[in-house]
T-cell receptor, first 113, second 113 residues
Framework: QKEVEQNSGPLSVPEGAIASLNCTYS??????FFWYRQYSGKSPELIMS????GDKEDGRFTAQLNKASQYVSLLIRDSQPSDSATYLC?????????????FGKGTMLLVSP | EAGVTQSPTHLIKTRGQQATLRCSPI?????VYWYQQALGLGLQFLLW???????NRGNFPPRFSGRQFPNYSSELNVNALELEDSALYLC????????????FGEGSWLTVV
């Protein structure tokens, strides 16, 4: 069973701190990696995608990918209470052309004022 | 531009009945995905439709079925409802130009009593 693993949390950080969210995946052939944010009772919304090893920055968010270690992370700088949500890691798993996104169970982030 | 739209927002059914959920993708998107998110569980992939054809199916029994119409909208049918089918059903869409990036609708809450 090819999987995506995340620490369920909650991860608690004070306002203004850096939050670090981690994800590991089992399929070495995966090529596409995504982070979604899901507020309680709402649907997931896309934060970032990353396809190549290294870092990708978008505002306060930085995604990091290490395919050799099968590891992807999301850093949130200057965390705000409004960032409190569950963060879902998603990875494409399956044969090329018919692969679909497999989601981890998510990490709950709590940012305290 | 309108996002992915789903209906109904909430649906209450009795065990053994059938439920039908509907989804309209973002304009220009040809692929539609269905995911189930039961309480306390992660997003589980159900079905993927593209250009009217079923491309992939998750590990769900045959009583979960669906179709995609010529206008790329889709419906998900769940027959012989069981209590454990109670969940948030999420529809997502993607275009052939966006790789594996998928965008979610607001979801349909199905409660089976």
């Amino acid at each position: 069973q090819k999987e995506v693993e995340q620490n369920s949390g909650p991860l608690s950080v004070p306002e203004g701190a850096i939050a670090s969210l981690n994800c590991t995946y089992s399929d070495r052939g995966s090529q596409s990696f995504f982070w979604y944010r899901q507020y309680s009772g709402k649907s997931p919304e896309l934060i970032m995608s990353i396809y190549s090893n290294g870092d990708k920055e978008d505002g306060r968010f930085t995604a990091q990918l290490n395919k050799a270690s099968q590891y992807v992370s999301l850093l949130i700088r200057d965390s705000q209470p409004s960032d409190s949500a569950t963060y879902l890691c998603a990875v494409n798993i399956g044969n090329s052309g018919y692969s679909t996104l497999t989601f981890g169970k998510g990490t709950m982030l709590l940012v305290s004022p | 531009e309108a996002g992915v739209t789903q209906s109904p927002t909430h649906l209450i059914k009795t065990r053994g009945q059938q439920a039908t959920l509907r989804c309209s993708p973002i304009s220009g998107h040809t692929s539609v995905y269905w995911y189930q998110q039961a309480l306390g569980l992660g997003l589980q992939f159900l079905l993927w439709y593209d250009e009217g054809e079923e491309r992939n199916r998750g590990n769900f029994p045959p009583r979960f079925s669906g179709r995609q119409f010529p206008n790329y909208s889709s419906e998900l049918n769940v027959n012989a409802l069981e209590l454990e089918d109670s969940a948030l059903y999420l529809c997502a869409s993607s275009s052939r130009f966006s790789g594996n990036t998928i965008y979610f609708g607001e979801g349909s809450w199905l409660t089976v009593v």
